[in-house]
């Protein structure tokens, strides 16, 4: 855990926006997936698409994880950071043939979604070894937008088209050695996983797959975001993975690999945004305070009403008001937080935001043209990894670039 004073040393020495890192909790979530689900064969893949902060790759891939990845780019980066091809899923959805086949040249396994791509395959690849990922049929997830599975996804496909897939593999005398399903993001119930895992292993029969190296079940092992919201029971969890596992393998007759894509999981408790508060304002009945971050750093609580605990580093013992904790980019919805009870903000005061690991800075963007916060990852004590900020000279430098007059 890094402690707040710590952050507040780091907000000085680099100056906010910054997103802070904690390597050793990452590492220790990765590590501690593989105490909960006692299975000698499993293997995490972590999804890039998380956080792609390279220092965090960094101590992941030393940690021995695999990659979830899902466009050519994460491919190329997983790879040129040195993650073996053999580690790398890729789980594109709607790709391009282009993209397809440029990530068919690198030989990292594809897993396939959709009749329409598998038709493509069996035309044009036949031979090809691939996974392929199915709609376990599952709603299941913190938000609407984060639930993957079920009758309005556009992910996978479904288990009613078996027979359409067992054809077509047939006719392009496909290889497949992998099954996946991801049922959604931040799963509220276990149920959720053992079913979906379920109707998994009943599709990975031998008679329909008789080839199978692995089975992915993806990601979607939940946090606890606000205050008093109990961890999952993951040994109890795990536990129970393992030994739905088990039985699986005793009757396919094989020990397979199983697989998880966390991504929440790893990364999301590690990171913390601090930003500073520039201005106090009072507004009728609400008191609001501004900072030097907004939404497109930190777009959760806009985009999915989603909950992150904000602590003032600057006065934790200040007397109590509730706040709106607002960014400063042109639009009203762009709050942190809203009728927040928090110890007395003050201008220049440090706020942290916390669960700032996943799905925050890999969705920002520099909408008013303010440019992405910079980053550091702590471990053992110390800053092992640093990624500035663009000044806005830099930033401005980049959009001039990218087109030109013709
Ligand atoms: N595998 C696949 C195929 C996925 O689509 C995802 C997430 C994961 C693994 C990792 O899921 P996780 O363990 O992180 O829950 N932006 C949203 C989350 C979107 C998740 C997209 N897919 C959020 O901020 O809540």
């Known amino acids: 855990m890094l402690s707040d004073s710590f952050l507040l040393q780091l907000a000085d020495q680099y100056g906010t926006p910054l997103f802070v890192y904690d390597g050793d909790l990452v590492k220790e979530r990765y590590s501690e997936l593989y105490d909960f689900i006692p299975c000698d064969k499993l293997q995490i893949h972590y999804a890039l698409k998380a956080n792609y902060s390279i220092g965090l790759l960094k101590i992941l891939r030393d940690a021995g994880a695999g990659i979830d990845a899902v466009s050519p780019a994460e491919v190329e980066l997983a790879l040129r950071l040195g993650f073996a091809m053999d580690k790398i899923i890729y789980t594109a959805n709607n790709m391009t043939d282009a993209e397809f086949e440029s990530v068919c040249a690198t030989g990292v396994v594809m897993n396939i979604g959709s009749l329409s791509r598998l038709r493509k395959i069996a035309k044009k690849h ?49 290889h497949v050695i992998g099954l996946h399903e991801h049922t959604g993001s931040g799963l509220q119930h276990a149920e959720s996983v053992y079913t979906a895992m379920s109707r998994l292993m009943a599709a990975a029969a031998p008679e329909n797959f008789p080839e199978l190296e692995f089975l992915d079940f993806g990601g979607g092992f939940k946090v606890p975001y606000k205050p008093g919201e109990e961890r999952i029971d993951y040994v109890t969890m795990g536990g129970k993975i393992a030994s739905l596992f088990n039985d699986f393998c005793k009757s396919y007759g094989r020990d397979l690999v199983m697989r998880f894509e966390p991504g929440k999981y790893l990364a999301a408790e590690a990171g913390h945004l601090l930003v500073e508060v520039n201005t106090i304002k009072r507004n009728r009945e609400r008191l609001i305070a501004g900072c030097n971050s907004g939404f497109p750093q930190l777009i959760r609580p806009m985009l999915y009403g989603a909950w992150h605990t904000i602590d003032n580093l600057s006065n934790p013992d200040g007397p109590r008001h509730l706040y709106d904790v607002c960014g400063n980019i042109c639009e009203t919805g762009d709050r942190f937080a809203e009728q927040r009870e928090l110890p007395e903000i003050r201008e220049y005061d440090i706020l942290a935001i916390r669960n700032a690991g996943a799905y925050c800075y890999s969705m920002g963007g520099i909408y008013n043209l303010r440019s992405m916060p910079g980053e550091v990852v702590v471990s053992g004590g110390k800053v092992v990894y640093r990624r500035r900020r663009l000044s806005d000279g830099e930033m401005i430098e980049n959009i001039l670039k990218e087109g030109v007059d013709l």
Request: include cysteine; charge should be negative; proline fraction near 4%.
């Open 126 to 174: 036949p031979g090809m070894r691939l996974c392929l990922r199915f709609n376990p049929d599952v709603c299941d997830g913190d938000s609407v937008h984060t639930m993957t599975a079920g009758a309005l996804t556009k992910f996978g496909i479904l288990l009613d088209d078996m027979e359409e897939v067992k054809a077509l593999v047939r006719e392009g005398d496909l």
